[in-house]
């Protein structure tokens, strides 16, 4: 069965990524703060003996991709995984799952990034803001000044600095451009910060342009104009 490129793009934006022969995709599947469980473990390595080559790969996210999957069998990879809780993990113009360090079990971390990116993905990705965007929004979380997960290349950044609070940076991105992530002034709990990362995504909604990613959209407004707008 050949795909038309629309057909292609809708499934990209399900999960499924298409290769270069035409018949084969890879599927990514979404590990909450990168922690996988043994039985999740189990199954994603059966599900690429039964319809992969045997192997998974693990993105710089610390998210599974399993690739060489028949287009057929796509539904039946996706069914098997939700089994045990897994889904797919989507992509497109939209809110991406949050990326974090592993500072819940971190001897310096300052709160527990793996709640963190839980209540960002509940919230956000599985959310009322499951929704398009001008263009991909990700949410990167540092559990100290450390910023193993280099939270300033984040769309908006949260990195600790004292117990329980984070500073928040706004802009960042890493790709064909970069661009290092501002700080709007002052600390912020946890649940402040997911307040203002809402505040972030209807004001990139309300103000980006088509296709336009929320740094560049920061460049072009102004980071005190948009800082401003995301005060509490």
């Not at 022969?21 to 979404?30: A, I, K, N, P, T």
């Not at 693990?58 to 039946?76: A, M, S």
């Not at 069914?79 to 079990?105: F, N, Q, W, Y």
């Not at 890493?174 to 997911?194: C, Q």
Request: glycine share 12%; net charge positive; hydrophobic share 35%.
């Amino acid at each position: 069965m050949e795909l038309t490129a629309e057909q292609k793009k809708v499934l990209k934006g399900q999960g499924y990524i298409a290769y270069k022969d035409g018949v084969h995709f890879s599927c990514r599947v979404l590990i909450e703060a990168g922690s996988i469980s043994a039985e999740e473990s189990q199954k994603i390595s059966e599900v690429c003996k039964n319809y992969g080559r045997g192997y998974f790969t693990l993105t710089q996210r610390l998210n599974v991709e399993i690739p060489w999957i028949k287009y057929e069998d796509l539904e039946k990879v996706a069914k098997e995984l939700k089994e045990v809780g897994l889904s797919i993990g989507s992509t497109g113009m939209r809110a991406r799952p949050a990326h974090t360090c592993k500072g819940d079990v971190c001897q310096v971390s300052l709160f527990d990034t793996a709640e963190a990116s839980r209540l960002i993905n509940e919230r956000f990705y599985k959310g009322k803001y499951d929704i398009a965007l001008p263009n991909k929004f990700r949410v990167t979380i540092g559990g100290c000044r450390n910023g193993c997960s280099k939270p300033a290349l984040g769309c908006i950044g949260l990195q600790g600095r004292k117990p329980g609070q984070v500073s928040i940076t706004i802009g960042g991105m890493f790709g064909k451009e970069h661009y290092i992530g501002r700080e709007i002034p002052g600390l912020y709990s946890i649940n402040e910060a997911l307040d203002i990362v809402e505040k972030a995504m209807v004001y990139y909604r309300e103000n980006g342009q088509n296709g336009e990613r929320f740094a560049k959209m920061v460049e072009r407004i102004g980071f005190e104009t948009v800082a401003q707008a995301l005060a509490i």
